[in-house]
């Protein structure tokens, strides 16, 4: 039995409007760190343009995935070791500094330096934060504020591309960083106030400093070639050699973790059913979210004709279904501690929301997306919920921080993959299709010929931009032939549209397959009982994920 006498005194002696303001104070931390992903994507074309960096661009991204990604484990097994407080407070005041020098940054590298700060700061936040509700809340009744958690994820990512967008237009791009100041400060000294100090007395004597570095450079290079996938070929040096790289990287650091006393990542935590099993459903299921969130946006501005922002909110019926989900099915759980058949139902129903996004053409109507939306999202809320909650009730909670860091950071691989996996199809389907399309839209072979020249895409031209497609591809034409062109600029239009629709709802298959394939991992879990209390017995005869 393991000693969480701790732990208990310290939930014990708070009383509820201080476990009530933690949580706030918590969720506000969370809500910026998440909004930090999504409020700059719509800002970007303006700060390349004022800080004279366009060739770095994605870097402004990447970088922030990287440093979150690859820190959220490490942050996780530290707060076991030293506690929650000392990690989170650390985490915020650095997310609230690099904010500060974010907006005040005068080049591109600069830039790209304290955005790479910032996700060392918020990488921490959302496991720590899952954590610190795991010392408040016994597993019976965490239920109850973990469905808030991805309530929030999805309220982040539906007020950040408006909110980057309208700060953008008014104030400028730097209030986007700005604005965390103010409001971080209110968590942090929310935090610092009332948050209780809990640490196991051995903590520094086992610090895995090696297994940390090579956690690290295990993880860079393989997301680095993840993203590069997006604009290389599987075979090219910047893609499969990195990924090669880290993958091997990634076995050395397997080979380390299974001789130090205190790993990073407790290897023996994948050896219980419960854990192993929600960990690969979490993952999988992270393909069909990010592929909804990533690429139908694209699709109302491409074939919509919406603008960035407009996009986003037309993604509210999924992120309604999301946090509606979300908090019902905590809810659920926490009344009745039962989860299975609630899990298995609602990937199911992810998958076959999904399933109907691979019928997405050009002239699908808004009301019927929005139902395919409000089904996906119905569908994947529960697993931002539940799989928290039973990876935290399956361990002790001298490991809750490490459990929780390694569900979230197999989420984001998750969705890294899969966004991977889509895009690639996403290309191959395009360069197929749109002269398909074009004969069927009753273009004369000749012309179809010419697109199919320039690799299905129209040589140079973006055919898959926003903006009046039209009326580029008419000043593309060598003006010479405008006049034979343009009559039937409509009929390339609505081919085009036509094959990008086709090529993005085949996308929709990974998803499919994910949600899936998560849904018959779920049927092997055995459920336990929600502990009533912090005590923990330690399960000694739970079968491993791999036996039967």
């Known amino acids: 039995m393991t000693n969480s006498t701790s732990t208990d005194e310290a939930a014990v002696n708070l009383s509820p409007r201080a476990k009530l303001e933690i949580l706030g104070a918590i969720l506000l931390a969370m809500f910026l760190f998440a909004l930090d992903q999504t409020v700059v994507g719509t800002a970007l074309p303006r700060i390349v343009t004022d800080l004279r960096g366009n060739e770095l661009y994605t870097w402004a991204v990447t970088i922030y995935l990287l440093t979150a990604t690859i820190s959220g484990p490490i942050y996780g097994k530290l707060s076991d070791l030293f506690g ?5 407070i650390f985490a915020v005041s650095l997310f609230i500094i690099s904010s500060a020098l974010a907006g ?8 790209i330096l304290f955005r790479g700060l910032q996700g060392l700061g918020g990488g921490a936040v959302f496991p720590i934060a899952l954590a610190v509700i795991a010392d408040l809340y016994t597993p019976s009744e965490r239920g109850k504020y973990l469905g808030l958690f991805g309530a929030m994820f999805g309220l982040s990512s539906l007020l950040g591309p408006g909110i980057g967008g309208v700060l953008t237009d ?3 791009w730097s209030w986007i960083f700005f604005i965390n100041i103010p409001l971080g400060l209110i968590s942090l000294i929310i935090l610092w106030r009332l948050l209780p100090a809990i640490r196991r007395p051995e903590a520094a004597r086992h610090i895995d400093f090696v297994g940390a570095f090579i956690f690290a450079l295990a993880i860079a290079p393989f997301l680095v070639g993840l993203t590069n996938k997006q604009s290389g070929q599987w075979t090219d040096p910047a893609v499969g050699g990195l990924i090669l790289v880290g993958l091997l990287l990634g076995a050395l650091f397997l080979w380390i973790e299974t001789r130090v006393a205190e790993p990073i990542v407790p290897l023996d935590l994948f050896r219980r059913r419960t854990f192993s099993i929600s960990v690969a459903a979490m993952f999988l299921a992270a393909f069909g ?3 909804a969130v990533i690429f139908l946006p694209r699709w109302f501005q491409t074939v919509g004709g919406a603008s960035a922002t407009e996009s986003g909110y037309n993604l509210l019926p999924l992120l309604a279904g999301l ?5 019902a099915s905590g809810q659920i759980v926490a009344r009745v501690g039962r989860y299975k058949l609630l899990l298995l139902g609602s990937l199911v129903l992810l998958g076959v929301g999904l399933f109907l996004f691979t019928n997405l053409r050009a002239d699908t109507s808004r009301p019927i997306l929005w139902l395919w939306m409000v089904l996906v999202g119905l569908g994947i809320g529960p697993s931002f919920a539940v799989f928290t909650l039973i990876v935290q009730n399956a361990v002790s909670p001298d490991r809750i921080g490490v459990a929780t860091s390694s569900l979230t950071f197999f989420q984001q691989i998750g969705g890294t993959v899969g966004l991977t996996i889509a895009g690639t199809i996403f290309a191959d389907r395009l360069t197929d299709e ?3 399309q074009l004969v069927a839209a009753g273009l004369p072979q000749p012309m179809v010929d010419g697109f199919a020249a320039g690799g299905g895409g129209g040589g140079a031209l973006d055919l898959t931009g926003t903006g009046d497609l039209g009326a580029r591809i008419l000043a593309s034409v060598p003006e010479a032939f405008r006049s034979t062109v343009e009559p039937l600029i409509p009929n390339i239009v609505a081919g085009i549209y036509q094959a990008f629709s086709i090529a993005l709802a085949s996308t ?8 899936l394939i998560a849904a018959a991992f779920v049927l092997f879990l055995r459920e336990a009982p929600m502990r009533t209390t912090f005590e923990f017995v330690e399960p000694a005869a739970e079968p491993s994920a791999t036996s039967t």
């Open 84 to 88: 929650r407080r000392p990690i989170v």
């Open 104 to 111: 005040l940054s005068q080049e591109m590298w600069q830039f």
């Open 170 to 172: 008014t104030v400028g």
């Open 289 to 291: 979210f990010f592929t």
């Open 323 to 327: 946090i509606f989900s979300a908090i």
């Open 434 to 436: 749109i002269p398909t």
């Open 508 to 515: 929709f298959y990974v998803g499919v397959a994910g949600a």
